[in-house]
């Protein structure tokens, strides 16, 4: 039982359970009401399951590349070494990542989507590359996490479109619509998940200063890390309050006010606590915070199921 609980940490189940309701939900309460009609099932669970083993290969490859960094900044967490072995942890990641690709193909036909096929590869290599590397950058990593995280609503947007001319070039109402519904809610992803690993970055300075990393904090210091933070936010919050006057005129009272208390609110508080934070604790809840806003955002997919 204590090894299967390391291995769920290992693995960060509750990220992987993220990914399966974002997806279920782009599925279920966008596409399948813009199109009105039913999904392929057995493709869109292959791809589930693609997106999940692929993510959970990605955490198990970054934390063996961190066991110095997270003997410091979170001891209390560490499973590589601790109770799985590292030779078990790089097994389990080649396991997980050869099974993402191989139900990727199993989804997609080669000839229609080899595209997808090689953006999932490149996912496994982009993870890889973050670990060891990317990560240790100023900027870089955190923009590949963040790209990374926005492809978990955009594999399935692409998953619908083949790289076709006929499909590219298409001006149908449905289409239009269904583009503009993906591209909204993956730059949604973008933006949270780039402020939320500068927060991160914010709260493991001491670690990472420690083996050489370069994050933005460190780099530029603390405060140029709040600005940067608190300007994608205002961006964040602008936008969504912009949105909000669209849908209105349309009836979607429900909606806009879900957006205000669950969306809006908690941003323009993590805003106003971003200046006030100074210790680890302090960036480890705006964190989570932030994570709680990105749970939200990704559930007001449910109001497209609702409203016509």
């Known amino acids: 039982m204590k090894l299967l609980s390391a291995f769920l940490r290992l693995v960060r189940w509750p990220n992987l359970i993220f990914i399966i309701l974002t997806q279920f939900l782009f599925e279920y309460c966008i596409y399948a009401r813009i199109y009105g009609g039913g999904t392929n ?17 990605g955490n198990i490859i970054n934390d063996y590349f961190d066991l110095n960094i997270d003997q410091i ?21 080649m396991l997980l990542s050869m099974l993402g690709l191989f139900f990727t193909v199993m989804a997609l036909p080669v000839s229609l989507y080899w595209h997808l096929v090689l953006a999932n590869l490149g996912s496994v290599v982009l993870l890889w590359l973050y670990s060891t590397n990317f990560k240790k950058q100023l900027l870089v990593g955190n923009v590949v996490i963040s790209v990374l995280t926005a492809w978990v609503i955009l594999v399935l ?16 109402h449905n289409e239009i619509r269904f583009f503009r519904l993906a591209m909204l809610y993956a730059g949604f ?6 402020i939320r690993e500068v927060v991160k970055d914010v709260e493991d300075m001491e670690g990472d200063r420690k083996y050489g990393c370069k994050t933005l904090p460190i780099v530029w210091g603390v405060q140029a890390a709040k600005i940067f933070v608190a300007v994608w936010l205002v961006v964040l919050i602008a936008t969504l309050i912009i949105l909000q006057l ?12 879900y957006c205000v208390i669950a969306i809006i609110a908690p941003l323009i508080w993590i805003f106003t606590q971003l200046f006030k934070a100074s210790t680890p604790a302090d960036f480890h809840r705006l964190s989570t915070a ?5 749970l939200t955002g990704i559930l007001s997919m449910v109001f497209f199921r609702i409203y016509q």
């Open 246 to 257: 669209y849908v209105l005129p349309l009836g979607w009272w429900h909606s806009a006010l």
């Open 290 to 294: 932030i994570k709680w806003v990105m």
């Open 73 to 93: 900044n979170k001891p209390d967490k560490v499973v590589v070494n601790v109770v799985i072995n590292r030779r078990w942890v790089i097994f389990w990641h």
């Open 189 to 194: 992803a973008f933006v949270i998940s780039l």
């Open 41 to 57: 099932q057995y493709q869109f669970w292959l791809i589930v399951v693609a997106s999940v083993f692929i993510a959970a290969a």
């Open 157 to 172: 947007f692409f998953a619908k479109q083949p790289l076709q001319i006929k499909y590219l070039l298409s001006t149908g």
